[in-house]
């Protein structure tokens, strides 16, 4: 047994309140800390010493930050938090509302908004509850006709750029959307009461039972059938804030009774391929998603996309693909190997599915250019290529999906 050796404390304490208070920061803006990672961070500070703010800075670094997307937000929060005039100067001007006359909107960065939140967002809901207590103040009226409500603003925002709190709301908008489809038709005949073909078979047989006269016609229809879907996601580093949204997607497609879809399959990769289809059938969608990320080892990591559909077209393409299947590919298209293998296992995909439909984040930019080679090596395998950036953009795949005698587009607007 591991003895345990007390946490010696100055008689004034105030660093370590401090840097529980920064822990609490860092967990407000969506890092999971906890109170082991704090106690180790107190302690690794009483060993390493304050005597310079590097090494301060690495030092909890190396307590707090476990994940790549955490870095930025960590280093905004640490240099805020810690006394650095003029961040805290832009970060207020981030946050804080301000009438300039005619200003120029800023683009805030990945990450930031999540940090400014953590800090300054309980401050600034004060500053509001006590600016509308005060009385005598002159009211200040803004034609706001023209201006985009919250909603709309919220469904237009890149995923990547929002902060905590509209996540969690757009995981709620996310959570009543629809991805319908039409059943197809197939080969085998129905008998039907009235339709547009005549079944002559059996009208001549029931006309042979009154001496050959026909009285009534008998009609027959295609039997319809219901397709699956094949869910393809990539999940390496630059994909993990887009790749968790979409995800959510995929979990309300899967449960949602009367979709029409025959059967949802949901398959991640990123170094390796994981089926996680059995987890995104989990009716609680936060423990679908941390059973899926438990499955998926590689989550955040490198990217080979061409082994990953290699892995998918000869273990799982027969099981899951043929009678109409469609398959959602969800991914950048940054590939880290050479561009031969993912190209000829594109080929055999859309060989064996009946459209591949394209989610690609880096649409949101609207003078995007295919250049990369996995780009190029994908592109002509691919029915629809539609940016999957914004809960926008999920619902106009709705529009693309219910298509059924659409033969597709090749090139997406933004390229043409």
Same mark, same amino acid.
């Given at each position: 047994?591991v003895?345990?050796?007390?946490?010696?404390?100055?008689?004034?304490p105030?660093?370590a309140?401090? $840097?529980t208070?920064?822990?609490?920061a860092l967990r407000?803006a969506g890092i999971?800390i906890?109170p082991?990672?704090?106690?180790?961070a107190?302690?690794a500070v009483?060993?390493?010493?304050?005597s310079?703010?590097?090494d301060?800075?690495?030092t909890?670094?190396?307590c707090?930050?476990?994940h790549s997307?955490?870095r930025i937000?960590?280093?905004q929060i640490?240099?805020l938090?810690w006394?650095?005039?003029r961040?805290l100067?832009?970060?207020m001007?981030?946050? &804080?509302?301000?009438?300039?006359g005619?200003?120029?909107?800023?683009?805030?960065?990945s990450?930031?908004?999540?940090?400014?939140?953590?800090?300054l967002?309980s401050?600034?809901?004060?500053?509001?509850?006590?600016?509308d207590?005060n009385e005598?103040?002159?009211?200040?009226?803004?034609?706001?006709? &023209?201006?985009?409500?919250?909603?709309?603003r919220l469904?237009s925002?890149?995923?990547? &750029?929002?902060?905590v709190?509209?996540v969690?709301?757009a !995981?709620?908008v996310?959570?009543k959307?629809?991805l319908p489809?039409?059943?197809?038709?197939?080969?085998?005949?129905?008998?039907?009461?009235k339709?547009?073909r005549?079944?002559?078979?059996?009208t001549?047989?029931?006309a042979?039972?009154s001496?050959?006269e026909?009285?009534?016609f008998?009609w027959?229809?295609?039997k319809?059938?219901?397709?699956?879907l094949v869910?393809l996601?990539?999940?390496?580093?630059?994909m993990?804030?887009?790749s968790r949204m979409?995800?959510?997607?995929?979990h309300?497609?899967?449960?949602?009774?009367?979709?029409?879809?025959a059967k949802?399959?949901?398959?991640?990769?990123?170094?390796?391929?994981t089926n996680?289809?059995?987890?995104?059938?989990?009716?609680?969608?936060?423990e679908?998603l941390?059973?899926?990320?438990a499955?998926?080892?590689?989550w !955040?990591?490198g990217?080979?996309?061409?082994?990953s559909?290699?892995?998918?077209n000869?273990?799982?393409s027969?099981?899951v693909l043929?009678?109409g299947?469609?398959?959602? +590919?969800?991914?950048d298209?940054?590939?880290?190997d050479?561009p031969?293998?993912l190209e000829?296992?594109?080929?055999?995909?859309?060989?064996?599915?009946?459209?591949v $439909?394209? +989610?690609?984040? +880096?649409?949101?930019?609207? !003078?995007?250019?295919?250049k990369?080679q996995? $780009? !190029?090596?994908?592109?002509?395998y691919?029915?629809?290529?539609?940016?999957g950036?914004?809960?926008n953009s999920l619902?106009? +795949?709705?529009?693309?999906?219910?298509?059924?005698?659409?033969?597709?587009?090749?090139?997406n607007?933004n390229?043409?």
């Amino acid at each position: 047994m591991v003895e345990q050796i007390p946490l010696s404390l100055p008689e004034n304490p105030q660093l370590a309140n401090n $840097i529980t208070y920064f822990a609490r920061a860092l967990r407000r803006a969506g890092i999971p800390i906890g109170p082991g990672k704090v106690i180790d961070a107190i302690r690794a500070v009483e060993v390493v010493g304050f005597s310079s703010k590097d090494d301060f800075f690495w030092t909890l670094h190396a307590c707090f930050v476990r994940h790549s997307e955490h870095r930025i937000v960590y280093r905004q929060i640490f240099r805020l938090f810690w006394r650095d005039p003029r961040y805290l100067e832009h970060m207020m001007a981030v946050m &804080l509302p301000s009438l300039r006359g005619v200003q120029e909107e800023k683009v805030t960065a990945s990450g930031e908004k999540r940090a400014a939140e953590a800090l300054l967002g309980s401050a600034q809901k004060n500053a509001s509850e006590s600016s509308d207590s005060n009385e005598g103040v002159s009211e200040i009226e803004i034609d706001s006709s &023209l201006t985009m409500s919250s909603e709309e603003r919220l469904r237009s925002l890149d995923f990547e &750029l929002m902060s905590v709190e509209e996540v969690q709301q757009a !995981k709620r908008v996310i959570a009543k959307l629809q991805l319908p489809v039409e059943p197809l038709p197939t080969r085998r005949q129905a008998i039907v009461s009235k339709g547009r073909r005549v079944d002559w078979r059996q009208t001549f047989k029931n006309a042979m039972r009154s001496g050959g006269e026909i009285q009534n016609f008998n009609w027959r229809q295609p039997k319809l059938r219901w397709p699956n879907l094949v869910v393809l996601c990539d999940i390496s580093g630059s994909m993990s804030h887009y790749s968790r949204m979409i995800l959510h997607f995929v979990h309300t497609i899967a449960n949602v009774q009367g979709s029409g879809w025959a059967k949802v399959y949901a398959f991640t990769f990123g170094t390796r391929l994981t089926n996680i289809t059995r987890h995104m059938m989990h009716r609680d969608v936060d423990e679908a998603l941390a059973r899926a990320g438990a499955e998926a080892q590689d989550w !955040k990591g490198g990217t080979r996309i061409g082994h990953s559909l290699k892995a998918f077209n000869q273990d799982w393409s027969r099981r899951v693909l043929g009678q109409g299947a469609s398959v959602l +590919l969800i991914s950048d298209g940054l590939e880290r190997d050479e561009p031969t293998l993912l190209e000829k296992e594109m080929g055999r995909l859309r060989l064996s599915s009946r459209r591949v $439909i394209w +989610l690609n984040p +880096l649409l949101r930019w609207r !003078k995007f250019v295919p250049k990369a080679q996995g $780009i !190029k090596a994908m592109l002509p395998y691919v029915d629809y290529m539609k940016a999957g950036h914004s809960i926008n953009s999920l619902e106009e +795949l709705a529009s693309t999906i219910s298509r059924i005698n659409d033969r597709g587009e090749r090139r997406n607007d933004n390229m043409s």
